[in-house]
């Protein structure tokens, strides 16, 4: 899974079936000291994700549409979790 | 799953089967401040409303092939959406 923060939500009526309804969340990938990786994800919001939060995103098909409880899904990246806190033992 | 612009269309009579009725599209994938970011690719258009000039999300490899209506098309990226704007955080919030 992929650490990221939530830099804003893309809104769209014309999409895929698996998608409507749905919170897609736009979201920089971060290092576990919430340093930028250049990357970035949209990923379908199952927890309630607000802007700015720091998330975990689960980035494999499989998982996504079990999460969805959506077998045809198509999609890969999925937001399963809002980070509270990050313990490092060392920094990376 | 990442944004990019629809900067064109593909025509091809002849090709694999399966591909038949597929809507091809030239996607120039965008970074998240929706600059051009890496090499255009051929998507297929999986809601078959996007044109050129507009702004879309695709998917790639086996989502792509979910994203089709046909059971199993060989196509290895599919728009599955078309932006209708992007809500950002306002710097102040960052």
Excluded: W
Excluded at chain 1, 19 to 25: A, K, N, P
Excluded at chain 2, 2 to 25: D, F, M, S, W
Excluded at chain 2, 70 to 85: L, M, S, T
Aim: aromatic share 4%; charged share 20%; proline share 7%.
């Amino acid at each position: 899974m992929k650490l990221g923060k939530v830099v804003g939500t893309v809104v769209s009526t014309i999409c895929s079936p698996a998608f409507s309804g749905r919170r897609l969340l736009l979201c920089d990938l971060v290092g576990p000291v919430g340093d930028a990786l250049g990357g970035y994800l949209i990923a379908v919001d199952t927890v309630g994700a607000g802007a700015g939060e720091t998330v975990l995103i689960l980035d494999e098909g499989n998982s996504a549409r079990q999460v969805l409880a959506y077998p045809e899904a198509p999609v890969r990246a999925v937001v399963v979790g809002i980070v509270d806190s990050v313990e490092l033992a060392e920094t990376p | 799953m990442r944004l990019a612009r629809v900067i064109g269309t593909v025509v091809a009579t002849q090709k694999a089967p399966g591909l038949e009725g597929v809507k091809l599209l030239i996607l120039q994938p965008l970074d998240r401040r929706r600059r051009p970011s890496g090499r255009p690719v051929v998507a297929a258009d999986a809601v078959a409303m996007a044109g050129p000039g507009e702004t879309v999300y695709f998917v790639a490899s086996r989502e792509a092939a979910l994203a089709c209506p046909e059971p199993f098309v060989p196509v290895d990226h599919a728009v599955v959406g078309i932006v209708d704007a992007v809500e950002e955080l306002g710097e102040a919030d960052r």
